[in-house]
């Protein structure tokens, strides 16, 4: 299994700019999830899901659309990116309900947008 | 006000040393389940143990131990004869309803060889 994937690893936008961060997993898992980690501030949660076409949103998830086609996929998408939106962005995965199990994390997303 | 209390921002300890990661978390829910996650240098996160309010045993794993106790509202997180490869960013989190999860500020421990 691959576990949790993420793309990309890096990724510069300009103010303004738009675009999807890739978050899959092949574990068959029902919850999946997007965070933030800005320094001093730990990880806080933007959306999350529990399965294929239900998404809720988390602490932070203004600025941020998401949407759950598939068990598998679970992108995250900035409709114009702002500079409060430079941090690094992982993906996590488990069983549903996730406070049940354990969550699987991507290696994470370095955004910085300029 | 935070979910998730970590006041030792970074710790230094010598390797061999014992060293505890304190937690403190905030709920109203008598149902709720608490977790800690290393970040090694490498960054991922990996996830090390979950607890729900109503375990209130503590747990030992290796070199690794837990103190969960409901009365103070803590978590803590104690690493006995510690290591260099325990030089880490640890998070304590704190799940209430089954799908939202805080996580605290992280605790950066580093052991000096």
């Known amino acids: 299994n691959a576990g949790v994937t993420q793309t990309p690893k890096f990724q510069v936008l300009k103010t303004g700019q738009s675009m999807t961060l890739q978050c899959a997993q092949d574990m068959n898992h029902e919850y999946m999830s997007w965070y933030r980690q800005d320094p001093g501030m730990g990880l806080r949660l933007i959306h999350y899901s529990v399965g294929a076409g239900i998404t809720d949103q988390g602490e932070v998830p203004n600025g941020y659309n998401v949407s759950r086609s598939t068990t598998e996929d679970f992108p995250l998408r900035l409709l114009s990116a702002a500079p409060s939106q430079t941090s690094v962005y992982f993906c996590a995965s488990s069983y549903s309900p996730a406070s049940s199990y354990e969550q699987y994390f991507g290696p994470g997303t370095r955004l910085t947008v300029t | 006000a935070q979910k998730v209390t970590q006041a030792q921002t970074e710790i230094s300890v010598v390797e061999k040393e014992d060293v505890t990661l304190d937690c403190v978390y905030e709920t109203r829910d008598t149902t709720y389940y608490l977790f800690w996650y290393k970040q090694p240098p490498s960054g991922e996160l990996v996830f090390l143990i979950r607890?729900?309010?109503?375990?209130?045993q503590n747990e030992i794993s290796g070199r690794y131990s837990w103190n969960f106790q409901k009365s103070t509202s803590s978590f803590n997180f104690t690493i006995t004869a510690s290591q260099v490869v325990d030089s880490a960013v640890y998070f304590c989190?704190?799940?209430?309803?089954?799908?939202?999860?805080?996580f605290g500020t992280g605790t950066s421990l580093t052991v000096i060889p």
């Open positions: 989190a704190l799940s209430e309803a089954g799908n939202q999860f805080y």
């Open positions: 607890r729900n309010s109503f375990d209130e």
